[in-house]
Every structure is written in C-alpha cells, then in structure tokens.
C-alpha cells in the first residue's frame, strides 16, 4: 500500500474525510469474512434505536457497509452465542451485550471490563426520579438467578399503565441492576430486551471490574480515535459519551497522535494506523441510518462532509423540514442529498428527497433501488423532491434499474 506523505501531523481537509470513511469501513472493500460481527467490533458500539422505517437502525448500520445482508444474518450476528465448548460443559458465550455508551448502544463483549468506571459511576449516583421498595431489587436478582434469562414482562411486567416512563417496579430494578453491572443485555427479543445475571452471562475472562477509571477511559478514548480515524476532542469524547475531561486526562497516553486539519481550527488526533497508508479503494453507496456512527455528532459532519444532518423524527410535523427519518445519501465520499423513506406494502416510497446536486440523481436511484429489494420491496414511488426538475430523471433512473 502507498504511504502517506511523511508530514503526517498536518492533513487537508480531503485527506481527514477519506481517512474517516475508511476507519468506519467506507472506503475499500468491505470485510466479509468479518460479516456482521466484523462491523461491531470495526465499529466498537451500534446504536439501538425504537424507530423502524425501512429497518432498525442496528440492522441499517452492517447494511450500509455490507450491502444486502440479511436481516436474520444480522440479528443472529449480533445475539446468537457462540457454540458450548466441544466437551459440552462450557456455557455458550456471546459476542456482544448492550449497555450505554454514545446511547443505547450493542457492544462487543470483550469491552464490558472498560466500562467498569461507568457502572461505578451509576453505582454511585442519587437513584433519580424512580424510587424502589425495601427488597424489589433483591427480588428481581433472585427470580433471574432461578428462572433467567427474562424479559421484564416475565418478570412481571414492565410498565404500571401509566405513560411512557412509568415503569413497574420489576423494570426499575432490573434497570437499575442492568446500569450496575449485576445484570447484562445479551439479546433482544421482540425488541425487549431479555436480561441475565452478568455473572452467568459473561465469560469469565471478561468478568472484573478491577481496571480503575484512568485505564478504561485510556482504552475507550484509544477505541474512539481508532474508529473515527481522526477526531477533535469533541469527536472523541462524543462517541462513547465521555466528558471532555476525561479525554484530556488520558489521551497524552492512549496511542493517538496529535494532527492539524485543513480548516478544523480544533486541536486534534489520529490513529497511528489510520495515517500509515493512503485510504484507497471503491466508495460505498448507500443511505446512512441519522443513527450511524459516520454521522452521529452534528458538527463533525458539517465540518467532514460540509452537509447539516438532523433526525426530525422528534421535531414536531409542522416544523420539520427534510421528514421524519431523513436518511443521507453517501456516495464517492460525499454526502449528496437525503431521502425522507417509507413502506407500503410491497412498494418504498420516497416522500420527500432532497439531492445537492443534479449528479446526486444516479446514486439516489440506486441507493433506493438496492435498499428496496433488501427489505424486500418490489417497487419504488417518489412522491416530493426539493428540485422539482430533479424529479422525473430521478423517477427515470430508477426505471432504468
């Protein structure tokens, strides 16, 4: 591979956005071997998110580097343990859990000793706006020690009949026991979460909690810089939800080196790795969950991709301005426009499209088209588009596929 210039400290603004799109595996081939799994731990953390438009957005997010992987495969990647040791007496171990980290958040299952400082954290804060009875807590742990893995409802149930957040006092138990680190998230079902004794749960290499603070932030913020390439302090510390602070109390020693960004004007840092060799390879194209990690914080992506990308779904309807789940379009590195989706039956229908420009048409056709056919869509109706000119090639190209 070609090696990047030796005044590796200072990059342009070209050389930052194509060494991000190859650190969040859009540049090159995508690794297929790895599948799934591959995508995760490349990643670190996959969003979860209630909202499902054309998919969830932990299925969106391998797609959007995979190509058309099935939804199954995904779900079975990210949930399904892997085999009982070959003597049979080995419990099965899983490859990922889900606790908190930029959000709700799947994680590989070799991190669950770095967030140890966060489950110490919980530990030791006010317990907020749920209070819990004498003995509730001791309840629940004792029922998933004889009965679990459990879902809340088995449990007993997760909500009082109250809105949304009124949770019964099994759910606030378990809650709380899950942000301890007593109890861990090893699957979802039904889009419930199905909770287990983490002592039960996870493999005993990975088990302890005896890393202090300064080494689990040290190997999130060395995670975060590795998965975004290169970042401000900002970038780094918003992608495992870390406060500023403790990024700069580690990462003189976490393994990033210090760079300067073609009009950044933010102090910043990068992989090693990431600056060793030239990012090459084919572009991916494709829609971008508002959930990927390519695009999580705000400011990054207007400085990366000189593109504004907010998730209206929270925005009341009048006020919203490109739909309620407004997915970018990514194609030759750039993000070129957005598309509003949804399903009827057998047919997506783009609501509302907004492309930057008239060469964004070809790639919108075929980011439609081949995200229509993954969740199993025959047809594609294109209702608003920003540039009404835009509309009937648009409607054109996608004829042609």
């Known amino acids: 591979m070609t ?18 799109l190859r650190a969040q595996g859009f540049l090159g081939a995508p690794d297929r071997r790895g599948g799934v799994r591959g995508v995760l731990r490349h990643l670190g953390a996959v969003q979860l998110d209630t909202i499902s438009v054309l998919a969830r957005s932990h299925e969106l997010i391998p797609y959007a580097r995979l190509g058309a992987v099935g939804r199954r495969t995904v779900e079975d990647a990210y949930w399904t343990p892997a085999p009982a040791g070959t003597s049979g007496t080995s419990p ?38 749920h209070e819990l009875a004498d003995g509730a807590y001791e309840t629940v742990i004792k029922q998933l020690e004889s009965e679990g ?5 088995e449990l007993g149930g997760a909500k009082n009949g109250g809105p949304w957040w009124d949770w019964s006092e099994a759910k606030v138990a378990v809650e709380r026991a899950l942000m301890y680190g ?16 983490a002592e039960r749960a996870v493999p005993d290499e990975f088990l302890h909690d005896d890393l202090d603070d300064t080494e689990c932030l040290r190997r999130l ?3 975060a810089g ?43 840092w990068a992989d090693p790795e990431a600056l060793a060799t030239t990012p090459r390879g084919r572009h991916r194209t494709t829609l971008l969950s508002p959930f990927d990690s390519l695009i999580w914080e705000r400011a990054r992506t207007e400085r990366i991709f000189g593109f504004t990308h907010r998730l209206e779904a929270y925005v009341p309807k009048p006020k919203r301005v490109y ?27 783009a609501k509302h499209v907004s492309l930057e420009t008239p060469r964004a048409v070809e790639p919108m056709a075929q980011a439609l088209r081949e995200a229509a056919e993954w969740v199993g869509c025959s047809d594609v109706r294109v209702e608003r588009v920003d540039a009404p000119a835009l509309r009937g090639p648009l409607v054109d190209a996608l004829t042609a596929l």
């Open 149 to 153: 893995p459990l879902t809340a409802t």
């Open 92 to 129: 099965a171990q899983p490859h990922a859990f889900e606790y908190w980290s930029h959000a709700a958040c799947i994680l590989p299952i070799e991190e669950w000793p770095h967030f140890a400082f966060r489950r110490r954290a919980y530990r030791a804060r006010p317990h907020w706006y």
């Open 221 to 223: 913020v060395r995670l």
């Open 182 to 197: 007593e109890v861990v998230c090893t699957e979802r079902r039904s889009w419930k979460r199905v909770y287990d004794l």
């Open 226 to 268: 590795q998965s975004l390439g290169v970042g401000t302090r900002a970038d780094i510390a918003d992608y495992h939800r870390l406060k500023g602070e403790q990024v700069d109390a580690v990462i003189a020693e976490s393994g990033l080196v210090p760079v300067t960004v073609e009009g950044w004007g933010k102090p910043a």
């Open 323 to 349: 739909g309620y789940f407004a997915m970018p379009l990514l194609s030759g590195g750039k993000l070129l426009g957005r598309v509003d989706p949804a399903r009827e039956g057998k047919t997506l229908v």
């Open 3 to 20: 090696t990047m210039p030796a005044a590796t400290t200072e990059l342009s603004a070209d050389e930052a956005r194509r060494i991000a």
